[in-house]
């Protein structure tokens, strides 16, 4: 197993003759939760395309838990901003799909049907188990169709990450919800990381490692423990975009008050040194993630 | 105003009158035109339609040498030929349809032939198919099957290309699914219920494509009978074949709109 859940290495993406990503670097551990923020338009989804496999860099390489993405595949979990749920499963089927292609097969079931349906029974509980943490204990048996927003996206969720894969795109997950809802599903992921802290206190490797793009800045600080911000707006010429900002940020419990005027400051410097097109800089200069991560240890025993 | 509610008694007595309507207004044409010639056929009345009724279920040929009556000749024949050319058509255009829906390499060269094809009408080609395959069983399969399977493969490939989004195949990868088992677990889930509704919509034209064949070459068959007893003018046999035939295709209607709730609860159009 790799130390690292993802690894970017110098990737760079061109579309005709315009650079949309250049020379991007990105190291995630498991357990991180990574927000990326960055103006409409600066590359977010290409770069999150390329992580998923769909799109692959026009140079560069993406390697998950040791391994170079080729296309999609088991490691990388997607969830999207439009659910992309299957309308013709239940909320616990759509939950145990993966675990039905992982586990069974067509000619287990025409063939081995008690072992068939015996492993699918167990999947069911699994899903509904991870259902029920997620806060739709009553929703099992409820097609896509007949659920709102909020509860279609729990489902997106609890389907990408009852795989356990090495790392969860999600890509505008809550952009579609009301503030309630939102908020909610802010304090599940909040949730999840509580899980991933508890995880490294016991020696195990965390479950939970999440890169998020959002273009909500306080969405991205309160849910992160890390904020990635991607722009163009740097005085190394303009070759596309790239990570101009990478630091760590405060880590809230489930339970703290969501109290944004904790982290003003940043929420400032960020949107100075990501969305500003007149503050043209280094494009290293915030890029301190690293050097900062024996601070951020503290901060995480803090909370232990 | 538009759409503004009827109460259900009402929209059920709208709906009897509707259909007595129609039996009142032929009732009316027919005795008229039985009064300028008493013994015409045309328009038979109701009792007239009555003997047709009993006429198709009488034995035929010589008492000595009897034969099967008539419906139990045409009905076997005409489904049996509908429901073999079906199957074949259906069955085809669903493996081609899903085909091109999931390969764009498969969807490249095959989607103009089958939309340029899909425009000529199916009943223009049977000359084709007389002169390919013969007049029996082959025929009729293939008039019927030929005839559904362009407009079919079309109606499914553009389901495909429409109900399943590449979110949805691209997620299936990340859960671990193979492209058979993405094609059967995603793509043929979710557009089986346009399969069934298509298939719904095709039973109307596969009918008359073999009617038509019928007409041409059969020896029994529902198009065969009718055009047997056109020639004699005997329209209370063929009116009582028109009631049957609307009738099959109502059962047929109901039979897979009951298929599709019961396979694909989730799916509300």
Known sequence: MSEFALEVKSLSHVFGAYQVLDNINLQVLPGQIVAVVGPSGCGKSTLLKAILGTHPPTQGEIITDGIPVSGPNRNVGIVYQNYALYDFLTAEKNVSFGLKLDETSLSMRLFAPRKYFARRRVHFERSRDFLHQVGLADACGKYPKEMSGGMKQRVAVAQAFIMRPKIVLLDEPFGALDEAMREDLQIMLLRFYQENLIAKREGRRPEYTILMVTHELNEAIYVADRVIGLSRFHTQGDRGATIVYDRPCPVFSPDDPRDFSKFVEQREELRKAVFDENDLKDRNKNVTFWKELGSLANSVAAIK | ?269
Do not use: H
């Open chain 2, 1 to 269: 105003m538009i759409r503004r509610p009827v109460p259900p008694w009402l929209f059920w007595l709208l709906a009897i009158g509707g259909v007595a309507a129609l039996l009142g207004a032929y009732e009316i044409v027919s005795v008229r035109a039985t009064g300028i010639n008493p013994l015409q056929t045309t328009i038979p009345s109701f009792e007239k339609l009555g003997e047709g009724f009993k006429q198709i279920f009488r034995a035929q040929g010589l008492p000595e040498n009897p034969k099967p009556p008539m419906f139990w000749v045409d009905i076997p024949a005409t489904l049996w030929r509908l429901v073999i050319g079906m199957t074949a058509g259906v069955t085809a255009s669903i493996v081609v349809g899903v085909l091109m829906g999931a390969y764009r390499w498969i969807e490249a060269p095959l989607s103009p032939v089958v939309m340029f094809l899909s425009k000529i009408p199916p009943i223009a080609m049977m000359p084709i198919y007389l002169a390919l395959v013969g007049i029996d069983q082959k025929m009729f399969t293939s008039m019927v099957a030929m005839g559904i399977f362009f407009s079919m493969t079309q109606s499914i490939y553009q389901a495909v290309r429409q109900d399943v989004s590449d979110e949805a195949i691209n997620k299936a990868y990340t859960l671990g699914a193979s492209e058979l088992e993405i094609i059967y677990e995603v793509i043929w889930k979710q557009i089986l219920p346009k399969i069934i509704d298509s298939i719904r919509l095709q039973i109307g034209p596969a009918m008359g494509f073999l009617l038509a064949a019928e007409m041409v070459v059969g020896n029994a068959g529902l198009g065969y009978q009718i055009r047997m007893q056109s020639r004699s003018l005997n329209m209370s046999v063929i009116f009582v074949y028109l009631v049957i035939l609307g009738f099959i295709g109502l059962i047929a209607e109901w039979g897979l709109a009951t298929l599709r709730r019961k396979l694909c609860p989730w799916y509300v159009d």
